[in-house]
């Protein structure tokens, strides 16, 4: 007699006051929709004015009647608007993890110190090392950007690295949240010092690092970019279940058969490794980490993550897209920094959303 | 006899800080639940109710000795092994977030789903099932974040059974809720227990409520052995008054109940019976009178009269009579300004 508690057979009643599921997932094709109209609308509008017909060209490998244009669109605007996506779907799943986890309204992808140490690497790389600042100032094809992105990838492992060697030694969640506040503060007092005693060129290539930017990113550097969003998005999803649990606490989620330490180590990775990753290429692209999770919540109405995680990569990546192309501020030359716009348009947005479906207090609520 | 579900061997429980010598909370402790049975665990604060619930539930480890669910060590369980076996509920008010009445319960199925937690059509008639055995369906659909507290407990309750353990250990689950609340829990525990054979233990300061639900008491006095038996035993062996006993509060053994004040100004003899008789006695009591159960010397002599609907109180004392209208009055009259 090994389970001699047998369960009750539970009564067959009629399946009543199940919540409407299925109506929210409704909402994911819409939305699905409206991506791929940002999408479309990112290759087809920029400085250069392209007819709509050319742009099919070139994207079909047609006959384009200007061959620039068929360069523009298939190796500027193509990799642009796809890291654009993948930066929005990352950084959004990454922030809604790391919400759930940390039951903080206010966390974000960056909050364990992740950008602090990618901005410390490149600091490093810009402010001291022996590259020209002028050849690091975004833009195609130049040599430093790879030099960049490795070294702000390097900080951000570091950063992570650090995470990690304290979450396996299961400290609560508040002192992983402190400990990466400090390292952040750290690695900020490092880059003033950096910053104190570099030349002003210098300084502007830095600061052109930390105003984000999906341009400069490459074919050859989506060829990294695009495989480590898609592990950390598979991560995130194989986590849902994990992330539910989590919702009532750490304590209940170990209660009800949640592995807590292999649970936050994989919380970690996958964050680390799509924040780190977006970060390390395209800067420390603020806002979205945070904001998408709420819009996600209120649009869906729900805290499932299996939900939420496929609706924050839409939504991510809608997002992004659009404060992408309003950046580009269309029918001129003239291209504002994208953490200035995210934060200038995002923001109002996302205000009016949550003060008008008062979503995030319950979400939130204790 | 009833199965033993849960049992304790020499159990130590306490902390063990880093770089300082364990701190020792209570033991050892040996100690049985049985299956289909309500215990309810009592102690003054600092005893170590929680601990000792934390280290029963698997979460934190035993300074020595061991923990044993249906013959297996908690603290060797994996798990989600553990959580099939075992749920707990918090006195923490369970956090909303978006989720409905159902989701929340459904939750529970977590160790018996799939990598994404898809629930079958069995495990949703675990879910319905264990939401009506609490008296939530009229709630489950609703989002969680616009229930009461109550409500909110009832749903965690429900979350505990779906996990269908054998036993389920609730942390002062009663603490924030009111009264009436704090009855239909009880009631609903004990009834759970007896319903699906399954051992329930909670700890609790309510201890009127847990002499007249529990069928086991456990006993943790600060400092002291750990004592089970029933609640009847109990206070006859003089064992639950110990448990309590503090400056100023004595528990009566007559009446069950316990008394705040210390009785020291002086007896009073009071005739009469009914109600108004018995919540006279309170009153007096309540401010500082012992009551005389029979003649003997006293300060003052109480007649109850009931008539109509009320009733009338006629106090003698120092040869001196009065008649009141209420025990407000009454109790004003023995103040010591009103003596003479």
Not at chain 1, 36 to 63: C, H, K, M, T, Y
Not at chain 1, 339 to 364: C, D, E, H, M, Y
């Amino acid at each position: 007699m090994t389970q001699p508690v047998t369960a009750p057979s539970p009564p067959p009643t009629a399946a009543r006051s199940n919540p409407p599921i299925n109506r929210r997932w409704g909402l994911l094709m819409p939305l699905v929709v409206a991506l791929a109209l940002a999408f479309i609308a990112s290759l087809a509008i920029g400085s250069v004015n392209i007819p709509p017909d050319q742009v099919a060209a070139a994207l079909l490998g047609r006959e384009v009647e200007r061959p620039v244009w068929a360069q523009i669109v298939l190796n500027l605007r193509l990799p642009k608007a796809t890291t654009a996506a993948l930066a929005g779907a990352a950084l959004s799943v990454s922030g809604l993890m790391l919400q759930t986890f940390f039951r903080n309204p206010l966390a974000d992808p960056f909050i364990l110190g992740i950008s602090s140490g990618a901005s410390l690497g490149v600091a490093l790389v810009v402010l001291t090392a022996g590259v020209a600042g002028n050849t690091l100032v975004a833009g195609i094809g130049l040599t430093g950007d790879f030099a960049l992105a490795a070294a702000a990838a390097a900080g951000s492992a570091i950063a992570l690295l650090l995470i990690l060697a304290i979450a396996r030694r299961m400290y609560s969640n508040t002192v992983l949240l402190i400990v990466g506040l400090m390292f952040g503060y750290f690695a900020t007092a490092i880059v003033t010092i950096l910053l104190y005693f570099a030349v002003p060129e210098r300084i502007q290539a830095y600061l052109n690092w930390t105003f984000g930017s999906f341009g400069s990113v490459t074919w050859g550097q989506l060829r990294v970019i695009a495989p480590a969003v898609a592990i950390g998005l598979l991560l995130a999803l194989l986590l849902a279940k994990s992330l539910n649990a989590l919702l009532l606490g750490e304590v209940y989620a170990r209660s009800m058969g949640v592995n807590l330490r292999r649970a936050r180590t994989g919380i970690m990775i996958s964050t680390a490794v799509l924040a780190g990753t977006i970060t390390a290429f395209c800067g420390p692209i603020a806002f979205l980490g945070v904001a998408v999770p709420h819009l996600c919540r209120s649009l869906f109405r729900t805290s499932d993550h299996r939900l939420l995680i496929p609706g924050a990569v839409v939504v991510g990546a809608i997002l992004s897209l659009l404060t992408a192309l309003i950046a580009e501020v269309p029918g001129s030359s003239a291209v504002l920094p994208l953490n200035a716009v995210t934060a200038l348009i995002g923001a109002p947005v996302v205000v009016w959303i949550i003060l008008s479906r008062s979503q995030v207090q319950k979400s939130f609520d204790t | 006899m009833n199965q033993k579900i849960l049992t304790t061997h020499q159990l130590t429980i306490g902390y063990m800080p880093p770089r300082r010598p364990p701190a020792i909370i209570a033991g050892p402790i040996t100690v049985a639940l049985h299956a289909g049975e309500l215990a309810c665990l009592l102690g003054p604060n600092g005893a170590g109710k929680s601990t000792l619930i934390r280290t029963l539930a698997g979460m934190q480890k035993p300074l020595d000795g061991r923990v044993l669910l249906l013959g297996e060590d908690v603290h060797h369980l994996a798990a989600d092994d553990l959580a099939r076996r075992l749920s707990v509920v918090l006195t923490e008010r369970p956090p909303a977030g978006l989720l409905t009445g159902y989701e929340l319960v459904a939750l529970g199925r977590h160790p018996y789903t799939g990598w994404l937690g898809r629930l079958t059509p069995a495990d949703e008639a675990v879910v319905r099932w264990a939401v009506e055995a609490v008296g939530a369906a009229d709630v489950a659909a609703r989002p969680v974040s616009e229930l009461s507290d109550g409500q909110r407990q009832k749903l965690m309750i429900a979350r505990a059974l779906t996990q269908e353990p054998a036993a389920i250990l609730l942390d002062e689950p009663t603490a924030f809720l009111d009264l009436p609340h704090r009855v239909e829990i009880m009631r609903l525990l004990r009834r759970l227990a007896r319903e699906t054979g399954r051992a329930i233990l909670l700890s609790t300061h309510d201890l009127d409520l847990a002499l007249r639900t529990a069928d086991r008491l456990w006993l943790m006095p600060a400092g002291g052995p750990l004592q089970s038996g029933a609640p009847e035993d109990l206070i006859l062996n003089g064992a639950f008054e110990a448990s309590f006993r503090t400056e100023g509060v004595t528990f009566d053994v007559q009446t069950g109940a316990f008394r705040v004040q210390d009785g020291a100004r002086g007896r009073i003899y009071v005739n009469g019976d009914g109600a108004a008789t018995i919540w006279t006695r309170r009153a007096l009591e309540r401010a500082g009178f012992t009551i005389s159960a029979n003649g003997g010397p006293v300060l003052a002599r109480v007649e109850v009269r009931p008539n109509g609907s009320g009733a009338s109180w006629r106090l003698h004392r120092n040869d001196r009579s009065s008649e009141h209208f209420s025990i407000a009055d009454l109790v004003a009259a023995l103040e010591p300004g009103e003596a003479q």
